[in-house]
């Protein structure tokens, strides 16, 4: 079995014996154009792993800077498939820094949990981080954490 992105970086982290630096920012925000450069210079600059927001109509959980972060995305036309697209070109120049992204379960569950996953998984995802449910949550996503 391979060793994930995560793995290698946080065991990196561990033998170095510091702590993870680990920014978030809003895909599409502050425009489409910019997330990509945005997430090479933060790596640049010493992320060790990429949060990336995936734009949410409703994100109420969220603060006030994360919502307007996500209106302004939105109104710009980054969706989840925006996201992606934008993970897919962060790719071709790093295949190193993990890049994780943190949103809600309705994008997801728009185009479906196994599509979603399998469409993350090309694009280089790591991860994924959401909202805790009570008790298991819904149906059939344990299967595609």
């Known amino acids: 079995m391979s060793v994930s992105r995560l793995d290698a970086c946080f065991q990196r982290l561990r033998e170095q014996q510091r702590k993870a630096l680990i920014p978030f920012i809003t895909a599409g925000d502050p425009s489409l154009e910019a997330t990509v450069p945005v997430m090479h210079a933060l790596v640049e600059a010493g992320a060790d792993v990429i ?9 109420m959980a969220d603060g006030p ?33 993990p890049v994780v992204l943190m949103g809600y379960l309705n994008p997801v ?11 993350a998984v090309k694009a280089g995802v790591d991860a ?7 008790g298991a949550g819904p149906a059939g996503v344990a299967d595609h954490q």
């Open 51 to 59: 949060e990336l927001g995936v734009p949410f109509s409703d994100p």
């Open 65 to 97: 800077t994360i919502q307007r972060s996500s209106e302004r995305a939105l109104a710009r036309g980054a969706g989840s498939r925006y996201v992606l697209q934008a993970v897919a070109q962060f790719r071709e120049l790093d295949a190193q820094t």
């Open 109 to 119: 569950e728009i185009h479906g949990y196994a599509a979603f996953a399998d469409a």
């Open 128 to 134: 994924g981080v959401r909202g805790r449910w009570p």
